[in-house]
């Protein structure tokens, strides 16, 4: 459903939008108990069976867009109930970051092979042939699966000449890497935060919309509206998420229009990430570990050391361009708040971390940007450049390497190319994977000595970035938008950034 603008898409956009309009109005915020109402009108429902179950769960998806948790299912709570605690200009965070709406949930099935009206009710039956465990049989000349025998190998459907065996999942749990997510007593579906990363693909995934994350729109605009200097850090894949026409210099004077008093483009961290992570690799492959892992994807560096703990050691230790940005920002501008802006779930938690100071004081995904600029009736499109916002603004400094960082296979490229600086004799072999089962796959290989002397690449997103979940455009538009934006950077490898000799002080 990645780049197409379904119904569950609209609802999304429309509670991003009154979230934000109710925090830039301000007053007496109980008037979100109207907001159900004003998102799903009329006496018929739309989209369900009851327009009273639909404006409860609109009920729920807007406490989750303030940050607030949802409401237990056996007791009356007003939507309202702890807004006021949330209205702050802070971060307001309470976990979990990922949550099943649970009364919106289909109660999809987990996984099953189903035979379909395609079958021809064929002479060979290849189908009852292959199965394993004899749980297909013919019945009134046609193939019938016996559920309760079947194993969900699925020869069967890789058997049938006419494709009519199909296989059907849950679709959060097919897109969940971490196979963090079954079913509860009900058969709804449940989060085994043990082993959820956060990534956010089920988010996406989820035809019901009955999986939301917890945003920070509503923190975001009181610093904004408390009269802080709040200044963004936009993170590289946001190049053609606010349709082609949009230029940075737009882009920039749309989110100035918000209040922000400034944007910096995240692609400064990544080139000074890449400069890190190159001489990382230099100094402890093979010397001191036999591979090096990229550090920049939370998705992927939590998945390795939840997965693989003893290859902990060998994920970069390089700060991640978020933080990196975040780092700039405050040294060049002391006091102000800082908001990640970006494609990504998991940036909520990294930086909510306690292990290391992150300096970003809240996060936004581009999605929940959009409900902004709705709110204020923006159209980045349309908005007129003011020549003077352009002035002193890091936005545009950034190399082509720190912008690829958005794509697949991004980092380890720039990484490579500044490890072919440092020593140009060494041979540098790198290994991507993105969605975290490839990237689960590859680190067993390493685990196998396949990858000893290389730098890995971990997506936890298809893609990479601009698959994230919080993006807007499609996949594979927004790469190429990232490539055209990339091909516009004076420097082209990271060693070109201007900032780079700031690095050592960001610590």
């Known amino acids: 459903m990645r780049g197409i603008y379904t119904s569950v898409t609209d609802i999304r956009r429309k509670v991003f939008t009154e979230v934000a309009r109710l925090a830039y109005e301000g007053g007496d915020y109980s008037r979100i108990e109207e907001l159900p109402y004003k998102i ?52 307001y965070y309470d976990p979990p970051l990922v949550n099943i709406i649970k009364f919106a949930c289909n109660s999809c099935p987990e996984k099953r092979y189903f035979v379909t009206d395609g079958c021809q009710g064929c002479l060979a039956h290849p189908c009852t042939v292959v199965c394993p ?30 494709n009519a065996i199909i296989k059907q999942e849950r679709p959060c749990a097919a897109a969940c890497g971490m196979d963090a997510i079954s079913s509860d007593a009900l058969g709804r579906a449940t989060i085994d935060y043990d082993k959820c990363v956060s990534c956010g693909q089920c988010i996406v995934s989820c035809p019901f919309g009955a999986i939301s994350d917890k945003g920070q729109i509503f923190q975001v605009i009181h610093a904004i509206t408390s009269g802080q200097r709040v200044i963004a850090a936009i993170a590289p894949a946001y190049a053609g998420q606010f349709g082609p026409k949009v230029t940075p210099e737009k882009l920039l004077s749309a989110i100035r229009m918000l209040g922000f008093d400034n944007v910096t483009e995240v692609a400064i961290g990544a080139d000074f990430c890449t400069i890190d992570e190159a001489h990382d690799f230099v100094k402890k492959v093979p010397a001191e ?115 690829g960082f958005a794509v697949s296979n991004g980092v380890a490229s720039a990484v490579a190319d500044v490890i072919r600086e440092i020593d140009p004799d060494r041979e540098v072999k790198i290994m991507s ?28 997103c298809p893609g990479g970035c601009v698959a994230g979940a919080g993006t807007i455009a499609a996949p594979t538009k927004s790469a190429a938008m990232v490539a055209l934006h990339a091909k516009k950077a004076e420097g082209k490898v990271a060693t070109d950034n201007p900032y780079k000799i700031v690095i050592d002080r960001l610590d």
């Open 40 to 91: 799903i009108p009329g006496e018929v429902a739309t989209y369900r069976d009851s327009i009273f179950l639909e404006r409860a769960i609109v009920g729920e998806r807007l406490r989750l867009s303030i940050g607030l948790p949802l409401r237990p299912m056996d007791a009356h709570a007003p939507i309202s109930e702890g807004i006021e605690e949330s209205a702050i200009a802070e971060k």
């Open 133 to 162: 465990k004899g749980a297909i049989s013919i019945q009134h000349g046609k193939s019938v699966i016996d559920e309760s025998k079947c194993i969900k190998c699925g020869r069967c459907k890789d058997a049938c000449s006419y």
């Open 289 to 403: 570990q036999p591979f090096m892992a990229t550090s920049c994807c939370p998705a992927w560096s939590v998945m390795a050391k939840k997965c693989f703990p003893e290859f902990a050691p060998y994920i970069s230790m390089a700060l991640t361009p978020m933080v990196l940005t975040a780092r700039l920002i405050k040294k060049m501008h002391k006091n102000c708040k800082v908001v990640f802006i970006g494609p990504c779930s998991a940036k909520k938690l990294e930086a909510s971390r306690r292990t290391i100071r992150s300096d970003v004081d809240f996060v936004l995904t581009f999605e929940e940007l959009m409900g902004m600029f709705a709110a204020k009736n923006i159209d980045p499109e349309t908005v007129e450049v003011d020549p003077n916002v352009l002035r002193d603004n890091p936005l545009g400094l950034a190399t082509a390497a720190g912008r």
């Open 433 to 460: 994977a993105q969605g975290l089962r490839d990237c689960k796959k590859m680190l067993t290989l390493a685990k196998a000595g396949k990858y000893d002397g290389y730098l890995l690449e971990g997506m936890g």
